[in-house]
């Protein structure tokens, strides 16, 4: 894994094919322990385009955050790739030594997490902070690049920016430093932004205001987006398109609002149900028994058969795939003739 | 805690009505926030106070469920916990109508399913505990029953006694912490982000267990939230409070359909919809300011796109529409909104 890194880092050469910006294929990312592999991701694969933002949403423990960290190259040890490769613009990444994907993060990945205050450090001004992200990656004069954050931080909506650079993260609000996050992020114009659940530690008022900065950025500046969260309700207002993931696994992926109207997936069907409508009171909550497995003890087949109302003898024996089904790919045997009527 | 200790100033309702569980009135709660004493004396800083809850007022109903919503910081956990007598009023009132059970008339659910059970306990323990404070039982054989009894009536098995919370997922911690909470046999149970932690699909089965439990033990809920979705499901009447204030407060379908207050309009624009989403909006309706210097007149006044010099200025009262609708607004006194319905 990590000696023969430089073997096929050259690959694909000059030629002017569309590559989609981002492309994961059959991802597998294993936590070893002492008592045996568990694989967090399994046989994951993806593609966003320029201009796309693609939601992975799924349930605490799902695999969303791995996907992300394993596309940024920052797995923890001793969480690391087992298969698959990753694409970024067509030239694998997932085999680069750790200096060079340093350089690519930052550079031509934006990371963008949950709590702004991991990504700031309290004792620098916010000024500081862009102004040497900007210098690290692009070769700007001192001057230059101040006036570059001061832009970035107007364009995601802080108001009297120049004033306001000067300041440390503490006296920002929370929607607020999550912007000056997002404004780090795009700091050296990357292709491909990583969000992982951006507006969850923010208030609805808030969270719908980073959304719609999201949507705004994706669009101007052409990136690719990938948005991970649990919250369905942001993903149907920001994402284009939708991979679901269960116990590790992708189980449907498709259009936004194939997978979030009209889902083919009983875990996917289930998990819209649940949610409580907001046109009116229901007498009961359509709800799935259960817990998602742990990755210690992700059943043999489809891992979703103990729970599911549809299951048949197939499922409890072969991993399902991927399939098409109407405006969206579905990783079910209902789909593929594994399950008799 | 008796019920006939209401009498309200303001245009609010007058007593504790037949019906009321829990009667609040003028409820405040101000803490002190000033540095340490010496650095007081050193840097000649003044005392500095911050009002968590500023004249609170609401019933709620008798086997009903009154929720409270609001953005971080608006002072709805302040609520709950001078509810359930964690903290004491700075002023106002708390009246619960004592038909309930005789002890331990209000429990608390708490958010956080992690870090509200003691993870050195087997879970038999956590529930056994305030059955053996209270001496709710005699003897230890009835106190194992009336565990295994709880332990049941939440979904969980008898068999789980034995193990220790971290051996159980978020949605069946939160079920522990259920079953501690109706140990005590309450009438009253105060529920702050019970939910909050949890998965969408794991919220579905502990709203339904709580819903099931409400029906089938009579159960009165003062239930916090900050998801709309969940508030309209769970409550007959919602309350919306902002920087320590009830700004509306309205029969669930009221409010739902006919908000008042630019703020709930503003929170109903902002709830993330399923059905139309509304992919493209720029929303510019600025932060919440903080509640240690709120702004004048009305808290709301600075992102409000109806206020008038009034509201800069002139703290609004609370009227009383409809009987039963409490609104704290000068746009709606002076007939400046535009028609509900546009949400
Ligand atoms: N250091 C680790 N050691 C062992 N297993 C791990 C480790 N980190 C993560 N995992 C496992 O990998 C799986 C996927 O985790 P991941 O963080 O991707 O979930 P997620 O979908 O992002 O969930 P959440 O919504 O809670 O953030 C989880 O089941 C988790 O238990
Ligand atoms: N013990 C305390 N000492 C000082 N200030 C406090 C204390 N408890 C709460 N506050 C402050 O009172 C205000 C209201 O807090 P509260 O926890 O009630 O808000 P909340 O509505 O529950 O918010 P959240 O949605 O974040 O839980 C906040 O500004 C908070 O910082
Ligand atoms: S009182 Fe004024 S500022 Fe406050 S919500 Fe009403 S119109 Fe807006
Ligand atoms: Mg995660
Ligand atoms: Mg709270």
């Known amino acids: 894994m990590l000696m023969q890194a430089h073997a096929t880092t050259t690959g694909h050469s000059g030629a002017a094919i ?109 000024g500081a902070q862009l102004v040497e992200t900007i210098r690290l990656h692009l070769h700007l004069s001192r001057s230059q690049a101040r006036r570059r954050a001061i832009d970035l931080l107007k364009e995601v909506g802080i108001p009297a920016a120049s004033d306001r650079i000067d300041d440390y993260p503490h006296q920002f609000s929370g929607g607020m430093r999550q912007r000056v996050v997002i404004a780090l992020a795009l700091a050296a114009e990357p292709e491909l932004i990583i969000a992982d659940e951006p507006t969850t530690a923010l208030d609805v008022s808030i969270q719908a205001q980073i959304t719609a900065l999201l949507r705004r950025i994706c669009r101007e500046r052409a990136a690719a987006v990938m948005l991970v969260t649990h919250d369905m309700g942001v993903i149907a207002e920001t994402a284009d398109r939708v991979a679901v993931l269960y116990a590790g696994r992708i189980v449907e992926v498709g259009h936004v609002d194939a997978v979030i109207h009209a889902p083919k997936h009983p875990y996917a069907k289930g998990l819209m149900d649940s949610i409580p409508p907001l046109e009116g009171r229901v007498a009961r909550l359509a709800q799935i028994d259960g817990s998602m497995p742990r990755p210690d003890s992700i059943p043999e087949g489809c891992a979703f058969h103990s729970r599911c109302t549809l299951a048949g003898p197939h499922c409890r024996i072969a991993v399902p795939g991927l399939v098409e089904t109407e405006g969206s790919r579905t990783a079910c045997w209902l789909y593929s003739g594994g399950v008799e009527a | 805690m008796s019920a006939k200790s209401v009498g309200v100033t303001g245009t609010r309702k007058g007593t504790t009505e037949a019906g009321a569980a829990l009667a609040v009135r003028a409820l405040v709660k101000t803490f002190d926030i000033s540095a340490p004493f010496l650095n007081r004396l050193i840097e000649r800083k003044p005392r500095r106070y911050l009002r968590a809850v500023d004249e609170i007022s609401f019933d709620v109903p008798k086997g009903g469920c009154l929720s409270l919503v609001g953005e971080s910081g608006c002072g709805k956990s302040t609520v709950a916990r001078l509810v359930v007598g964690l903290y004491s009023p700075t002023s106002g009132e708390i009246a619960f109508s004592n038909s309930g059970g005789e002890q331990g008339l209000t429990t608390m659910v708490f958010q956080d399913p992690y870090s509200s059970l003691n993870p050195r306990w087997r879970v038999f323990d956590i529930v056994a505990e305030p059955i053996r404070e209270l001496k709710l039982r005699s003897t230890e054989n009835e106190v194992r029953a009336r565990v295994e009894e709880l332990l049941q009536t939440v979904g969980l098995s008898p068999r789980d006694g034995r193990k220790y919370p971290h051996e159980f997922s978020g949605g069946q911690r939160q079920r522990i912490s259920i079953a501690r909470a109706l140990a005590t046999e309450p009438a009253f149970l105060v529920c702050d982000e019970p939910t909050s932690a949890l998965d969408v699909s794991v919220q579905a089965q502990i709203l339904n267990l709580m819903r099931d439990l409400q029906d089938r033990l009579g159960l009165t809920y003062l239930f916090i939230s900050h998801d709309m979705s969940v508030v309209r499901h769970m409550s007959d009447r919602i309350a919306v409070m902002y920087l320590g204030r009830i700004v509306e407060e309205a029969p669930s379908e009221t409010l739902f359909e006919e908000p008042l207050h630019p703020y709930t309009r503003l929170l109903l624009d902002t709830i993330p919809a399923l059905d139309a989403p509304n992919r493209d909006r720029e929303i510019t309706a600025g932060e919440v300011p903080s509640p240690i210097d709120p702004p004048s007149g009305c808290a709301f006044h600075p992102r409000c796109p109806l206020a008038n010099q009034r509201c800069k200025s002139e703290r609004p009262a609370v009227l009383l529409r409809d009987g039963d609708h409490q609104i704290a607004c000068h746009a709606v006194e002076e007939g400046r909104y535009a028609p509900a319905g546009m949400t």
């Open chain 1, 18 to 126: 569309a590559h989609p910006v981002l492309e994961v294929r059959n991802l597998r990312v294993v936590f070893p322990t002492r008592h045996g592999v568990l694989n967090a991701v399994s046989d994951v694969s993806l593609t966003i385009n320029k201009g796309e933002i693609l939601g992975l949403v799924g349930e605490s423990g799902a695999g969303k955050s791995m996907t992300g960290m394993a596309t940024l190259g920052l797995l923890e040890p001793p969480g690391r790739i087992a298969e698959g490769e990753i694409l970024l613009d067509g030239r694998r990444i997932d085999n680069l030594p750790e200096r060079e994907m340093a350089k690519i993060r930052g550079r031509r990945i934006g990371a963008i997490f949950q709590d702004p205050l991991t990504s700031l450090h309290p004792l620098f001004t916010v």
